[in-house]
Structures are given as structure tokens and as C-alpha cells.
């Protein structure tokens, strides 16, 4: 996850958000795709997902506050 303090930021503005812990993970392909769900706490003006990959795709990144 990235996030900012601006309200209108610009590329340099995010920064990684730091102590995002991994609480659950099915990586099982025969039952659907894989599903990694991680906890962040923080107060920022926007928020973002972010994932660089090699190989294979994202399907969705959801956020609930």
C-alpha cells in the first residue's frame, strides 16, 4: 500500500506505508484465485494499492476503512 498527506499529490508525494502485516492468505488455484489480505493503520489523505509482479496478474485490490 502507498499513501499520501496531500490533497492533490503528485507521483513524489506517496510513500509506502509501512507496517503492513499479511493476515491471511489462500493461494490455492484449484478453488479460485489466490487472496492475500493485509492490515494497515494510519491517518492519510488518499491511499492506494501498489504491486510490482514479475509474472501473473491482478484481478482487483479492495479497500475498506
Do not use: C
Not at 490533497?7 to 479460485?32: K, L
Not at 493503520?41 to 504491486?51: D, E, M, P, S
Amino acid at each position: 500500500m502507498q499513501a499520501t498527506l496531500a490533497s492533490e499529490p503528485i507521483s513524489s508525494d506517496w510513500f509506502n506505508v509501512a507496517d503492513t502485516s499479511q493476515v491471511y492468505r489462500q493461494s490455492d488455484t484449484r478453488t479460485g484465485p489466490s487472496v492475500d489480505i493485509f492490515n494497515f493503520t494510519g491517518n492519510f489523505v488518499w491511499v492506494k494499492g501498489y504491486i510490482q509482479i514479475e509474472e501473473g496478474s491482478v484481478t482487483a485490490i479492495q479497500y475498506n476503512h
